[in-house]
């Protein structure tokens, strides 16, 4: 999952979570079995981006059984055992080739949607 639009525009914010539930090998993405999106007008916190993430999670229409993926950086840096709570499936850090790739998917479907909001 990724989240675009951090900084403030206009005087507002607008988050969007992209989840990709997507089947990989260690260093492939092999197949894309959906999307889900949120959106969040709050601050970019922890609490929020937590939330936001949660919500695009729950949208997408098949939830895979594996962890949540991220970059380092998307919780600020909390230790994953930390956010590890938020979400039924678990959740890690990027670690293998082909969860970077994923993590990219997210981010640039996290983008373009956000770009169309705005």
């Not at 936001?52 to 939830?63: E, F, N």
């Not at 670690?95 to 996290?110: L, M, W, Y």
């Amino acid at each position: 999952m990724d989240i675009s639009g951090r900084h403030e525009e206009a005087d507002e914010y607008l988050m969007v979570a992209a989840a990709v539930a997507a089947t990989i090998d260690s260093n492939r993405l092999r197949d894309v079995g959906g999307m889900g999106f949120a959106t969040a007008h709050g601050q970019p916190t922890l609490e929020n981006t937590l939330s936001v993430s949660v919500d695009a999670v729950s949208a997408l229409p098949i939830v895979p059984p594996g962890p949540v993926v991220a970059e380092r950086g998307e919780f600020y840096e909390e230790p994953a055992i930390g956010i590890d709570p938020a979400f039924e499936s678990g959740f890690k850090y990027v670690e293998s080739i082909a969860e970077r790739k994923t993590v990219e998917v997210a981010h640039h479907a996290a983008y373009a949607a956000r770009e169309l909001l705005l």
